[in-house]
């Protein structure tokens, strides 16, 4: 039997144990090949097991898992501003995106990317914020061509385990409504 590959993206406020077992295996995979969101070397099963069920428990966190042939293959968070943060508080973040390699080449990544934007417009945020390591080119080209506008350089954003630096790029995108940065008739921003 021949097909395309199933794949899915849904928020996951519960993890059964399948579900943990699939997400750590996800993840300890795109860690060793470089795409861990912040870890260099897996981590041991236990803390990585912590990390997960951690994350769907504290507030203002969102943790979307992309499915391929119903297996958890990548994962991503949606972070709200906290409730003090009234300055920022129309802009949300997505954070610690991966896929795994054996599940890339799909569209997984970029649909885990829209669900987490769809939501976020749900919950009425007007802009995304992002930031992913220059050496991750093909996120990189993911989230441009998604409309994410690059805005920053930082030049040591990252030390990766040969204790090498790497710059990092910081994005946003606008979801509803235009741009405060774009200029208007007239001259005014």
């Keep these: ?61 969102t943790l979307f898992v992309g499915r391929l042939d119903g297996v958890i293959a990548g994962s991503a968070q949606l972070f709200r501003p906290t409730r003090n943060n ?16 054996w599940a890339r080449s799909h569209g997984l990544a970029r649909m885990i990317a829209e669900a987490v934007e769809a939501t976020a417009v749900a919950e009425g945020f007007g802009m995304i914020n992002l930031d992913v390591r220059e050496t991750q080119g093909a996120a990189i080209a993911m989230y441009e061509s998604l409309g994410y506008m690059h ?6 954003y990252a030390r990766l385990a040969d ?9 946003y ?12 008739p007239g001259g005014g921003r």
């Design 1 to 61: 039997m021949s097909g395309a590959a199933e794949t899915s993206v849904a928020i996951v406020g519960e993890l059964s144990g399948r579900d943990l077992d699939e997400l750590c295996d996800a993840a300890e995979a795109a860690i060793k090949e470089g795409g861990g969101f912040g870890w260099l070397t897996p981590p041991p099963r236990q803390v990585q097991e912590s990390y997960w069920k951690g994350v769907v428990l504290v507030p203002g966190r």
């Design 86 to 101: 009234e300055a920022q508080a129309a802009a949300c973040t997505l954070k610690s995106a991966f896929v795994a390699p």
């Design 163 to 171: 204790g090498t630096w790497v710059p990092g790029r910081y994005y």
């Design 173 to 184: 995108k606008i979801l509803v409504g235009e741009s405060p940065m774009v200029a208007r």
């Design 151 to 156: 805005w920053g350089t930082h030049p040591l």
